[in-house]
């Protein structure tokens, strides 16, 4: 049973434009958020958090946005540029400790 | 120093070879971790290290054998294994220990072929 679901396995977007990546959740007892960015052949690279205390967090062009009572939260990059094409995890962990549950992942791809 | 190093890049053994992984991080982190990412799949965790001891062991055969030597390494010895072990084999490592929110950082990767 998945409990982080990213539903679509790919995005393209015009570079410049608003690239918003979706993740749904199944656990209630999350409580801590991450995206993480992949290149193939790389390790994933951490781009930003949220705790469930907050609905939005921010870092430069990146903010991540949460809505607890629908579990589910979303990455949007603005703007986009074609070196943020790379595949992007949703990750949780609970409060407890932090193991990470990830989504499958969502491949975007920035057309210049 | 900010980042995860791991050795060798790629990595074919036969199954009865004996082959380990390394992973060194110079960042002070407390907490280590193994993964295994197969193609197109997220990553898994198979081990957890918090101030060098074994935290969460998440069933892996024993034909997976972790260590932690000291803070700053982790090794992976492998030994028997079987050709559906082939993938890409990640390490982390957080600041705070396991039992704290704690944003994990990832090398590169080891590209493992079991032939």
């Known amino acids: 049973d998945q409990q982080v679901k990213q539903n679509s396995p790919s995005l393209s977007v015009q570079e410049g434009r608003i690239s918003i990546l979706n993740c749904d959740y199944t656990n209630s007892m999350f409580d801590y958020f991450l995206w993480y960015k992949k290149y193939p052949a790389e390790g994933p690279t951490f781009l930003i958090s949220i705790s469930s205390i907050k609905d939005k967090n921010e870092d430069g062009r990146f903010t991540v946005f949460l809505n607890k009572s629908a579990k589910h939260l979303s990455l949007h990059i603005v703007p986009s540029q074609p070196g943020d094409s790379a595949v992007y995890f949703c990750?949780?962990?609970?409060?407890?400790?932090?193991?990470?549950?990830f989504g499958k992942g969502i491949t975007l791809s920035v057309r210049p | 120093d900010t980042e995860v190093t791991q050795t060798p890049k790629h990595l074919v053994m036969g199954m009865t070879n004996k082959k380990s992984l390394k992973c060194e991080q110079h960042m002070g982190h407390r907490a280590m971790y193994w993964y295994k990412q197969k193609a197109k799949k997220p990553p898994e965790l198979m081990f957890v290290y918090s101030y060098e001891k074994l935290s969460i062991n998440e069933s892996v055969p024993s034909r997976f054998s972790p260590e932690c030597p000291n803070s700053s390494l982790l090794n992976l010895h492998l030994h028997a294994l079987q050709p559906e072990d082939s993938a890409l084999y990640l390490c982390a490592s957080s600041q705070e220990d396991f039992e704290s929110y704690n944003e994990q950082f990832f090398g590169p990767g080891t590209r493992l072929t079991v032939l």
């Open positions: 990750a949780a962990s609970p409060g407890a400790n932090s193991k990470l549950t």
